[in-house]
């Protein structure tokens, strides 16, 4: 669709959506009240920045049915997100939006390359968490077999894949290396599995990562983007050429800001992602704050789709490490230890203030036993090379411990990748 006739099916959307939320949920009403905005502002697209940005406080705030705009006897399904502290954030679908929404996760597996013909096993946990459900009926629908096999048992996992010869992966990418390495344990080259394309999401991951699990797995890692207070997976997915994700606009109207002053950012630069849901009924939102750092490109894809790209979410505005004043992300740490052939694709990155007051940054990474068979001498060497690699990058300094090979914690899910020890006393 030319983008032109995406913005004429767009306008009417956002304008019932608005309005729609005004009539039937009081906090929003409230809010529009506050800045002196009401629905009938809207004329043009552009019109929404003038409308007020909803953050998770707000949406926390409204614990649990707060901010659904239909009575619950039209809810049919409940998610809620992972919060790490305090109550999580409850989501409610009716049954169009459980329709709109396989119809969407249909859409992202196409893309990826998944067939009538694939068998796609489901490690997401099945539960509150919007990956297994959501996953499930859009591959469902495109006719693939599913295995629903959630999370956990991973030997049983790696005996399904290769029992059922499973084509499609769907999971954390974390959690797809993981899959690897328990299966070179378990004496099965993870290679010679039947899989054909990764459906990978939930987490940031690198370009590095992506070349890992292609090589370790023997397929074709694709990432999909998505949360739950938007929908879940289902937001945004790769195509064929695996530039950018397609984001699915006729629902999710996208904007980027400046995280610091809420000012409108052009395509190319970048900044925070903004979604107006503009289809959905249970759980509408406006102008949500994602916190998730992206850059849009409205270019025309090779592949011949029309919608907005954003580049892979490669870090939030709240995982952003302040290291002595310095803005430090994980995956900038993560692409550097990837080219690093001595160690394996496992690590924590430590914080912590020496002496009560400095900042302290320690990357634990673990051995790759097959790449390094040197001494306790060669050891240093590789910590040193890679302290070096990450001073360049950082500009901060790192100190760098290669750890015994499988001595950090897997995760099954989302993976845990920092420790900020710097408030704890
Ligand atoms: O993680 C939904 C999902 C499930 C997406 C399965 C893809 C596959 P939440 O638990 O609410 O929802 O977490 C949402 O995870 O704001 C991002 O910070 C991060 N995230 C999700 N997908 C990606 C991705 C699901 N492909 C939060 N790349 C989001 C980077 C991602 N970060």
Same mark, same amino acid.
Request: with cysteine; charged share 25%; net charge neutral.
């Given at each position: ?102 119809? *969407? ?9 998944? #067939? &009538? !013909?694939?068998?796609? =096993? +489901?490690?997401?946990?099945? %539960? ?66 039947? *899989? ?9 991951? #690198? &370009? !590095?990562?992506?070349? =890992? +699990?292609?090589?370790?797995? %023997? ?207």
């Amino acid at each position: 669709m030319p983008g032109e006739k995406l913005r004429e099916l767009q306008l009417p959307l956002l304008k019932k959506v608005v309005d729609r939320v005004y009539h039937t949920v009081p906090y929003y009403r409230k809010l529009f009240a506050l800045h002196g905005i009401h629905p009938g502002d809207l004329r043009e697209l552009s019109d929404l920045s003038g409308f007020p940005l909803t953050t998770k406080e707000a949406l926390r705030d409204n614990y649990p049915f707060g901010l659904f705009a239909v009575p619950m006897k039209d809810i049919v399904r409940l998610h809620a997100s992972s919060g790490t502290t305090g109550k999580p954030i409850v989501v409610g679908y009716t049954k169009n939006d459980l329709e709109t929404w396989s119809g *969407l996760i249909a859409r992202i597996a196409v893309q990826a390359g998944v #067939t &009538e !013909n694939d068998i796609a =096993q +489901i490690c997401f946990s099945y %539960g509150l968490f919007t990956g297994g459900f959501g996953l499930h009926y859009g591959l469902e629908k495109i006719g693939a077999t599913v295995v629903p096999s959630s999370v956990g048992g991973t030997e049983k996992q790696i005996m399904l894949m290769q029992d059922f010869g499973v084509t499609v992966l769907v999971c954390t990418p974390s959690y797809a290396l993981y899959l690897a390495e328990v299966a070179r344990e378990n004496g099965v080259d993870p290679r010679t599995m039947p *899989l054909k394309i990764g459906m990978f999401g939930a987490e940031p991951w #690198t &370009e !590095n990562m992506r070349l =890992q +699990i292609e090589e370790q797995l %023997g397929l074709r890692a694709t990432d999909n983007y998505g949360l739950t207070e938007i929908i879940g997976p289902g937001v945004a997915g790769e195509c064929e050429a695996r530039d950018g994700l397609h984001i699915n606009e006729d629902h999710f109207l996208v904007e980027v800001i400046d995280p610091a002053t809420g000012a409108i950012l052009g395509d190319g630069e970048e900044g925070e992602l903004v979604f107006t849901t503009l289809t959905k009924e249970g759980f509408p939102v406006i102008r949500y704050r994602t916190k998730d750092i992206s850059v849009l490109n409205r270019e025309r894809c090779a592949c011949g789709r029309t919608t907005a790209r954003m580049r892979k979410v490669t870090g939030r505005t709240d995982d952003m490490l302040i290291i002595r004043g310095v803005n430090v992300f994980p995956s900038q740490i993560e692409s550097v230890l990837m080219e690093v052939e001595e160690v394996a694709p496992h690590y924590l990155i430590v914080v912590d203030k020496k002496k009560g007051y400095l900042d302290d940054l320690e990357v634990q990474v673990e051995l790759n036993r097959e790449k390094f068979t040197g001494s306790f001498r060669d050891l240093e060497a590789v910590e040193r090379k890679i302290s070096r690699k990450l001073n360049n990058v950082l500009t901060v300094s790192a100190r760098v411990r290669l750890v015994e090979p499988k001595s950090l914690e897997r995760t099954l899910g989302k993976a845990k990748r920092v420790l900020d020890k710097r408030n704890d006393s």
